[in-house]
Nanobody
């Protein structure tokens, strides 16, 4: 199982970023995928989840209406579109899924929201 995130960076408050997570080594289209984040000094928290066929999504209250999770099963990729970014969104963002051998994580991508 390999998950590789990309798309992070430095953005001003109110700006947008699109994160991508490329998956390999497992049957991507059958797994629920999630994005989680960890800010300095804080616990890792769930940001958004999408079911295997993309039919159901869930979001943390803190990002509802601003973030959108989506997936392309043909490309084995899950996305996180982040709009109206706030300084409190600054964190390392991880792509993750629960497999038969435990939860698997990508290496993370840094998102910094600052003027």
């Amino acid at each position: 199982v390999q998950l590789v995130e990309s798309g992070g960076g430095l953005v001003q408050p109110g700006g947008s970023l699109r994160l991508s997570c490329a998956a390999s080594g497992f049957t991507f289209s059958t797994y629920t995928m999630s994005w989680r984040r960890q800010a300095p000094g804080k616990e890792r928290e769930l940001v958004a989840t999408i079911t295997s066929n993309g039919g159901t999504t869930n979001y943390a209250d803190s990002v509802k209406g601003r973030f959108t999770i989506s997936r392309d099963n043909a490309k084995k990729t899950v996305y996180l579109q982040m709009n109206s970014l706030k300084p409190e969104d600054t964190a390392v963002y991880y792509c993750t899924t629960m497999t038969s051998v435990g939860r698997r994580w990508g290496q993370g991508t840094q998102v910094t929201v600052s003027s």
